[in-house]
């Protein structure tokens, strides 16, 4: 049995007319009367009265009309689910993402976006480190990242989506910070201790300020270490050092520290969307082509 056999009889059935059942099917007329006499042969038992001036069903016709019912619009709703996963409308997505990109406008608006357009697709956030992001692509635990660069291995995609300024942060009262109305150089923090992300935690952060200030003549005292930006913020505004971040984080507004942009060429951070290079999740695509023309858009 065939679900065009369960559809044959179905408009027959509604109809209770083969002449109008075949035109409503776009078949002819005999075809159609053979396919439902298949039908009954198949079953064992006869589905329609036939007369030379009527057609009217049986009980077992009656009783069988509603699960052929039934069984076809299982169907229709597979078929219906499979082109909606296709177009990456349901299922679901994880995206690992490092804890610096939240504060960039571009992302959030693009997640809402997502959200708003694809209301069936689960969406997993999971925070890590940028190295950890980079990780769970690898062990397929995400499909799409959001990271701060970094050496990628093979059989990754990246996609800039911008680039920030990099600012240092201090304490309000500390004497680089008094009466200064531009930026600051790294060169004027060689003395001072810093408070940054531990070297294991995998941040793309900390290989660029150990460039930048190998560029500037020194290499970074590091007093403090925190796994979390808020938390360096927070040991700044203690008194415990200094630090460099992205200028993004200037929106947290915390009281007791100044964000002064670094004047040193190359004093900026990129944020990437990765992605393995062969992947193929239709919701994984949608978020990519969403975010980069969110990213794309913004930077005019």
């Not at 005292?221 to 984080?249: C, D, H, K, N, W």
Request: aromatic share 8%; proline share 5%; with cysteine.
């Amino acid at each position: 049995m065939e679900l065009r056999h369960l559809r044959y009889f179905v408009a027959v059935a509604e109809e209770l007319h083969f002449g109008r059942a075949a035109e409503r099917l776009g078949i002819s007329q005999p075809p159609l009367s053979q396919q439902i006499q298949a039908l009954e042969e198949e079953l064992g038992a006869r589905l329609l009265e036939r007369t030379n001036r009527r057609v009217a069903l049986t009980e077992v016709g009656r009783l069988f009309l509603a699960e052929a019912r039934q069984v076809l619009a299982q169907s229709d709703k597979a078929v219906q689910l499979a082109r909606r996963a296709q177009r990456g409308e349901i299922g679901e997505l994880k995206i690992g993402f490092t804890s610096s990109a939240p504060f960039t406008s571009t992302i959030p608006r693009s997640i809402f976006a997502f959200r708003q357009a694809y209301p069936a697709v689960h969406l997993e956030l999971l925070e890590m480190s940028s190295r950890q992001v980079v990780a769970a692509l690898q062990e397929r635990r995400v499909q799409v990242g959001v990271i701060r660069p970094l050496a990628l291995p093979e059989g990754m995609e990246r996609t800039e989506l911008f680039r920030e300024p990099l600012v240092a942060v201090l304490r309000a009262d500390h004497p680089l910070a008094q009466g200064r109305d531009g930026g600051i150089g790294l060169a004027e923090l060689a003395e001072e201790p810093f408070v940054y992300f531990p070297v294991s935690f995998g941040t793309g952060l900390y290989d660029q300020l150990l460039e930048l200030t190998r560029q500037a003549g020194f290499t970074p005292r590091i007093a403090q270490e925190a796994g979390e930006a808020m938390t360096i913020i927070g040991l700044v505004a203690a008194g415990l050092g200094v630090s460099v971040l992205p200028a993004s984080f200037r929106r947290m507004r915390i009281d007791g520290v100044v964000f002064l942009e670094l004047l040193d060429p190359g004093a900026t951070s990129a944020v990437w969307l990765v992605r393995r290079s062969r992947e193929c999740s239709p919701q994984a695509l949608a978020f990519v082509e969403l975010l980069t023309r969110e990213a794309f858009a913004a930077a005019g």
